[in-house]
């Protein structure tokens, strides 16, 4: 388990819950406990800032809503990817695994590149 929580960075919060939803329809909690349990505890989002975001995804049209009974026998909003939502978890996957390979090649350098 890890000790620190790590704080998101801008712009993250959203492709992580359409990843989350990419597996198939989820609740708020739900999602706020997938999260940490599949990174130890390391992301821990906080309410204040998801349902904001998924608000925010839904009028984008990311995702779409329906009440439905959790497995506890309560009433909860699941959350659906959309098609349009897929194809933006396309393209933000595509464009932060391009960053993180990049930084990750920056900062693995242990030499100073020639000048060109």
Avoid: C
Avoid at 42 to 63: D, T
Wanted: aromatic content about 10%; hydrophobic content about 40%; overall charge positive.
């Amino acid at each position: 388990m890890a000790n620190d929580s790590i704080d998101l960075l801008q712009g993250s919060l959203d492709l992580l819950v359409l990843k989350t939803l990419s597996w198939g329809p989820m609740h708020g909690f739900g999602i706020a406990r997938w999260l940490r349990q599949l990174t130890d505890d390391a992301l821990q989002v906080e309410e204040g800032s998801l349902y904001p975001a998924l608000y925010r995804m839904e009028n984008k049209g990311w995702i779409a809503s329906e009440w439905r009974v959790t497995e506890n026998n309560r009433r909860a909003k699941y959350y659906r990817l959309t098609p349009a939502g897929r194809r933006h978890l396309t393209a933000q996957s595509n464009q932060w695994l391009r960053f993180a390979g990049l930084m990750i090649e920056v900062l693995g350098m242990r030499e100073q590149p020639a000048p060109q």
